[in-house]
């Protein structure tokens, strides 16, 4: 079965409607063993998905969807240290970049996976799949089927890996009709509007099961999408909070 990675939770806000638990459900229905989190340029949500999959006896895999440049990639950690770099990028990404990243700002991801898709240049591509364990991603939803050619021919000739990635933002196809409505919230938008962001179609994460025959022609997609899957090793712990150490003493205040 296909490792799921390009997964939206709630916290990619206005974007996504999947649950951790429902996402957990449905990976122990299909006997999928690991599942990422990806959220939009953020990783609010990976503590809650990392215990959710933990306590449901599945690998969790922590990530972020970033923009770059002309498009966007995804960042997955392969450890603790995959987990820091990704994390201070993410800070500074607001703090000190403007909400922009540029090729030479990922050069600290020592201990992190990259994959890209058709939102970037042939030259961004290539830069990625010279400096960093990169791969392109495939997937194999309608709105994306125009620009396989592309991709395919760039993994040819980069000898880049394909895998398959879908997106998946909602729990069930009739959940695609809510979304529409948190886009046109996020958007400030109406459902009534023709040129608008709209819900992918066929992004349900209970239909994952369909994406096996989607992909029967290249299965080697999906065995780079468990690969990722396998090389991905970190995992949140519960912790208790901690407050920070402070110089003065405690004193009894006068009465």
Known sequence: MLTPLRVYSEYSLLESSLRAKVAADICNKNEIESIAICDNSNMFGAMQWSLEMQKS???PIIGSKLPLNSGFIWIYCKNEEGYVEL???????YAKYDRKIGLNHLFSLKNCIILCDHSLSDDEIEFLSKNFEAYIAISRQKKDLEFEPRLFSLSSKLEMPLVAAPFFHYKNDE?????????????STVLVED??????EDAALSNIAS????????PFAIDNANAIGKKCNFMIK?????M???????ETLPS
């Open 57 to 59: 006896g599945i690998k």
């Open 87 to 93: 994390s201070n990028l993410i800070t500074d990404f």
């Open 175 to 187: 959940d695609s009709h809510a979304l529409d409505c948190l886009l046109c919230i996020k958007n």
């Open 195 to 200: 040129d608008r962001e709209r819900a992918i």
């Open 211 to 218: 994406f096996d025959d989607k992909f029967s022609d290249i």
């Open 238 to 242: 519960a912790s208790s909070p901690k």
């Open 244 to 250: 920070p150490g402070s110089k003065w003493k405690a």
